[in-house]
């Protein structure tokens, strides 16, 4: 538990830096559909916008998770926040779909080097060697934030503008990343450390990692989609304004403030963490295929069921990919790192995909071949051993 209330703000303050790296994340598909016509665009649009962050925020998760090892992961997070926030700062000027695609990508970049050192620093905060309190709390927080970005930034951005309500949410980036610099705890660095190559090869060769990598990418299908599109849906298809969409969509953070550490309390009791994923994928695309049928309630009870997989998934597989790390405690940065690399750098096929069915066939079709699409995903899932705690 917390030892000190330098513990209390030090947490205080990633867990603040969490909530807006969330709005971040996502306020930028809630407000796309105020964007349209400025930028001259549609849903492919967005599917190339929000596939470049997920290319950005994927790939350099290995990277990020190796200068922690070597930098201390404090450097790396402060570092991350900054860079992501000022790539927010720049969409709020950009002029084009070409200009945003780009610092969305930088966006993404940033974040990537925010969340695994992040998360190793919060679980030694709160409960040392426990994973899933400390991981729950840090989605939970995670989850707040996309509340107030998928409903609350498409009220702000009706009343002030969505290039001011960009401006806002990179300012409060900015923001947070001096607080993590005051108040988080120093990096402690054996000076005598270095990134081994045969430790680097053992974590990225690792099997498990692998497979549970894969299998973060295939619930996280229903996650990438519902919080990408599901505002544009309902004002599309459904004829309902942005903030009716704002509030369905949002219902896939609201869901795992909870879950999210009621998933970390779980992990740490039971044993059978597999069981665990193949509920998680069968209740992804349970949710997607919700979405098919064209109605308020039905995307309603899409965006719930999608945030308690969410909430419960995303929980076990990090607290999993720390605790299936092998090469020792300087790599459990890059353990979380490498499994969120594998998901988010293949999500970036999700929202191309669902922008092209959606083209081609409609939203229905869109919302039932991404529900297949996550049913792939079992096959690695059942391959991995049942229990993952050390």
């Not at 996280?220 to 903030?243: C, D, K, P, Q, R």
């Not at 992990?267 to 919700?290: C, E, F, N, P, T």
């Not at 092209?356 to 391959?383: A, D």
């Amino acid at each position: 538990m917390l030892r000190s209330v330098h513990d209390v703000r030090a947490l205080s303050s990633l867990i603040f830096a969490r909530v807006v790296y969330a709005v971040n994340w996502m306020n930028f598909a809630a407000v796309f559909y105020l964007m349209e016509a400025e930028l001259g665009t549609n849903v492919s649009g967005l599917g190339t916008l929000t596939a470049a962050f997920y290319l950005g925020i994927g790939i350099m998760q290995v990277p990020g998770g190796v200068l922690a090892a070597k930098l201390g992961p404090k450097k790396v997070v402060n570092v991350g926040i900054f860079v992501s926030s000022v790539a927010v700062l720049g969409t709020s000027a950009a002029t084009t779909v070409a200009e945003m695609a780009v610092l969305r990508f930088l966006v993404g970049t940033g974040m990537a080097f925010v969340f695994a050192p992040g998360v190793v620093i919060v679980a030694k905060l709160i409960r040392g060697e426990k994973s899933g309190i400390g991981v729950g709390l840090f989605n939970s927080a995670f989850d707040l934030g996309g509340l107030l970005a998928l409903f609350g930034w498409v009220l702000l951005a009706t009343e002030i503008g969505w290039r001011q309500s960009l401006a806002v949410s990179g300012g409060l980036g900015v923001l947070t990343g001096a607080l993590v610099i005051l108040y988080a705890p120093k990096d402690e660095l054996d000076d005598e450390f270095r990134v081994s190559g045969a430790s680097l090869k053992a974590i990225l060769a690792d099997r498990q990692l692998v497979l549970l990598g894969l299998g973060t990418l295939g619930f996280g299908i229903a996650n990438t989609v519902i919080s990408g599109f599901m505002v544009l849906y309902v004002v599309e298809s459904l004829g309902l304004s942005g903030y009716v969409g704002g509030l369905i969509a949002s219902m896939v953070t609201v869901v795992p403030i909870f879950t999210a550490l009621w998933g970390g309390r779980l992990y740490d009791r039971i044993s059978k963490h597999r069981q665990i994923m193949v509920l998680a994928l069968l209740g992804s695309a349970a949710s997607l295929a919700l979405g098919a049928l064209h109605s308020v309630p039905s995307a309603l009870a899409c965006a719930a069921l999608g945030g308690v997989v969410a909430g419960v998934g995303y929980t076990f597989a990090f607290a999993g990919a720390r605790d299936l790390n092998r090469a020792g405690p300087a790599y459990e940065t890059l353990a979380i790192a490498w499994v969120n690399s594998i998901s988010l750098t293949g999500s970036f096929l999700p929202p191309i995909f669902f922008s092209f069915v959606v083209q081609s066939m409609g939203y229905t079709q869109g919302w039932l071949w991404s529900g297949g699409l996550t049913l792939v995903f079992l096959v690695p899932v059942f391959l991995m051993v049942e229990t993952w705690r050390r």
